[in-house]
């Protein structure tokens, strides 16, 4: 069999499964991008995810080939950025870098840099901890 680390790219998609406070998983569809080390997510404070994860830093991605017969899961330890307060802040650096890095070039930076203000955007970072999976 193959290793299914190899299921995870550069930058991709991912279920992401956090801890409700009733202890049922929350599962969530985000995109990522991945250094080797660590994946950063781009986050909205205040939504259930969020919450859940500075409440429980406990996480789990989930990444699955096309034809679902292979897939990688990968346990993790949150961390957070503070909350974007500012365009020209090092968390909307961080933010933009982390689009470039999942999605290329942005047609209006400026207007990509007011809306992570304002929709109070933040950076997750995942670092893994455990992987099992199934790759053929």
Known sequence: MADPMTLVSPHGNAVLATVRRDGRPQLSN??????????RV???????????????????LEITSPDLWSYVVLDCDATFSEVAAGPEDAVVDQL????????????DWEDYRRSMVAE????????????YGVAR
């Open 42 to 60: 781009s986050l909205t404070e205040g939504r259930a995810k969020t919450r859940n994860l500075k409440r429980d830093p406990r996480a789990a």
């Open 96 to 107: 933009v870098e982390l689009y470039r890095a999942i999605a290329g070039e942005h047609g």
């Open 30 to 39: 985000i995109a990522y991008a991945w250094d080797g080390t660590v994946f």
């Open 120 to 131: 109070g955007r933040l950076v997750l970072t995942l670092t893994p901890t455990h992987t």
